[in-house]
C-alpha cells in the first residue's frame, strides 16, 4: 500500500509556523509569547496555527523535536561502537548543540531548559542503548537498558557541569572524565 503525500503547502505553512516562531522566541521569553505574536510574525490567522498545533507548548515540541534534535540525532546515531571515540563524540555533539540553543534562544532558554533536558537524556539512552546491543555483551536486556540510562544522564550532567562549571575546552574536559567513565564501563 503506498503512503499517501502531504500536500507540499500544508508543509510550507507549518515550516513558516517553526520558522516564525524561532524568530519570535530571540525576541521574547517563552512565556511571554503568544499565538498572536507567533501568527503576526507568520502572517497567517489563528485558525491556521490550531490547524497545525493544540498550543505554543506543542510547537515548542516540534520544534525541538523537528528541528533541533534532528541535528544531534544524525551526529549521535553514526557511531557502530561504545568506545572512548563515540563518548568524545557525543559529549561534543551535545555540548555544541546546548551552545548553539542558549544562543538562538537567549530570551527563552530557561523556560525550554527542563523539556531540552528530557528529550536530549532520551535520545543519548537510546543511542547508548542501541551501542551497548552491538557490543554483542553477555548481560541481560535490562541492565543494558539500565546502562544506557546511567550513560546518558551521566553525559547529559557533565554536558551541564562543563557548561556552569568548568572553564576547560569541552574537548579537554571529556578527555579528563575519560578514565572514569571507562573504568566504569568495564564488563565483568
Given at each position: 500500500?503506498?503512503?499517501?503525500?502531504?500536500?507540499?503547502?500544508?508543509?510550507?505553512?507549518?515550516?513558516?509556523?517553526?520558522?516564525?516562531?524561532?524568530?519570535?522566541?530571540?525576541?521574547?521569553?517563552?512565556?511571554?509569547?503568544?499565538?498572536?505574536?507567533?501568527?503576526?510574525?507568520?502572517?497567517?490567522?489563528?485558525?491556521?496555527?490550531?490547524?497545525?498545533?493544540?498550543?505554543?507548548?506543542?510547537?515548542?515540541?516540534?520544534?525541538?523535536?523537528?528541528?533541533?534534535?534532528?541535528?544531534?540525532?544524525?551526529?549521535?546515531?553514526?557511531?557502530?561502537?561504545?568506545?572512548?571515540?563515540?563518548?568524545?563524540?557525543?559529549?561534543?555533539?551535545?555540548?555544541?548543540?546546548?551552545?548553539?540553543l542558549r544562543t538562538q534562544c537567549k530570551k527563552s532558554y530557561e523556560s525550554f531548559s527542563t523539556m531540552i533536558e528530557n528529550k536530549i537524556k532520551k535520545e543519548l539512552e537510546t543511542v547508548?542503548?542501541?551501542?551497548?546491543?552491538?557490543?554483542?555483551?553477555?548481560?541481560?536486556?535490562?541492565?543494558?537498558?539500565?546502562?544506557?540510562?546511567?550513560?546518558?544522564?551521566?553525559?547529559?550532567?557533565?554536558?551541564?557541569?562543563?557548561?556552569?562549571?568548568?572553564?576547560?575546552?569541552?574537548?579537554?574536559?571529556?578527555?579528563?572524565?575519560?578514565?572514569?567513565?571507562?573504568?566504569?564501563?568495564?564488563?565483568?
Amino acid at each position: 500500500m503506498e503512503k499517501s503525500k502531504v500536500d507540499p503547502r500544508i508543509l510550507r505553512t507549518r515550516r513558516l509556523l517553526i520558522d516564525s516562531f524561532m524568530k519570535v522566541v530571540q525576541l521574547k521569553d517563552f512565556k511571554d509569547i503568544t499565538i498572536k505574536d507567533i501568527t503576526d510574525e507568520a502572517t497567517v490567522n489563528r485558525a491556521t496555527f490550531y490547524a497545525h498545533f493544540v498550543d505554543k507548548y506543542d510547537l515548542q515540541d516540534a520544534v525541538l523535536s523537528e528541528n533541533i534534535l534532528k541535528n544531534i540525532q544524525e551526529k549521535l546515531n553514526c557511531h557502530d561502537q561504545l568506545d572512548e571515540e563515540s563518548i568524545t563524540k557525543i559529549f561534543l555533539s551535545v555540548t555544541e548543540f546546548q551552545n548553539d540553543l542558549r544562543t538562538q534562544c537567549k530570551k527563552s532558554y530557561e523556560s525550554f531548559s527542563t523539556m531540552i533536558e528530557n528529550k536530549i537524556k532520551k535520545e543519548l539512552e537510546t543511542v547508548f542503548h542501541s551501542l551497548l546491543l552491538k557490543q554483542d555483551l553477555k548481560i541481560e536486556k535490562e541492565a543494558l537498558k539500565i546502562g544506557a540510562v546511567m550513560l546518558s544522564w551521566g553525559i547529559y550532567g557533565a554536558c551541564v557541569d562543563w557548561h556552569h562549571n568548568s572553564s576547560l575546552p569541552a574537548e579537554q574536559y571529556i578527555k579528563m572524565a575519560m578514565p572514569y567513565l571507562l573504568n566504569a564501563m568495564t564488563y565483568r
